[in-house]
């Protein structure tokens, strides 16, 4: 018998949705290089997702991957619309509250497969 994690997934959204805040995930993708402009194109994408911020404990503040300052942020892996969220990866901002911070370390909790949320070190 396997366990249905989706369940899980589920509850994660459902809580984040009630408890957390809308935030704003912005990726920048390099395109080709070109010649004629001696530019790389850079394409933006947004999603709007829920999410909690939390302020880290003193004892979870090492003053390199963590430091004063830093959030951690739990995201769920589905946008407001209801799409999947495009996972995100270090450099990606995100706006919380009007600040925003750059994603410095991701955690993705996904047992066999299932993706439950992301959890996110940011820093403003």
Same mark, same amino acid.
């Given at each position: 018998?396997?366990?249905?994690?989706?369940?899980?997934?589920?509850?994660? *959204?459902?809580?984040?949705?009630?408890?957390?805040?809308?935030?704003?995930?912005?990726?920048?993708?390099?395109?080709?290089?070109?010649?004629?402009?001696?530019?790389?194109?850079?394409?933006?994408?947004?999603?709007?997702?829920?999410?909690? *911020?939390?302020?880290?404990?003193?004892?979870?503040?090492?003053?390199?991957?963590?430091?004063?300052?830093?959030?951690?942020?739990?995201?769920?892996?589905?946008?407001? *619309?209801?799409?999947?969220?495009?996972?995100?990866?270090?450099?990606?901002?995100?706006?919380?509250?009007?600040?925003?911070?750059?994603?410095?370390?991701?955690?993705?909790?996904?047992?066999?497969?299932?993706?439950?949320?992301?959890?996110?070190?940011?820093?403003?």
């Amino acid at each position: 018998m396997t366990y249905d994690y989706q369940d899980d997934a589920d509850t994660a *959204a459902e809580l984040l949705e009630e408890f957390g805040q809308s935030v704003t995930l912005t990726s920048k993708t390099s395109g080709a290089y070109s010649t004629a402009t001696g530019a790389t194109a850079v394409t933006t994408d947004t999603q709007t997702v829920n999410a909690v *911020a939390l302020d880290y404990g003193s004892r979870d503040i090492d003053g390199t991957l963590i430091r004063a300052g830093d959030k951690r942020l739990l995201m769920a892996p589905q946008t407001t *619309a209801g799409d999947d969220l495009t996972a995100p990866v270090v450099d990606d901002t995100v706006t919380v509250g009007g600040t925003v911070y750059t994603v410095k370390g991701i955690k993705t909790l996904s047992p066999a497969g299932t993706v439950i949320l992301f959890d996110c070190n940011i820093r403003s």
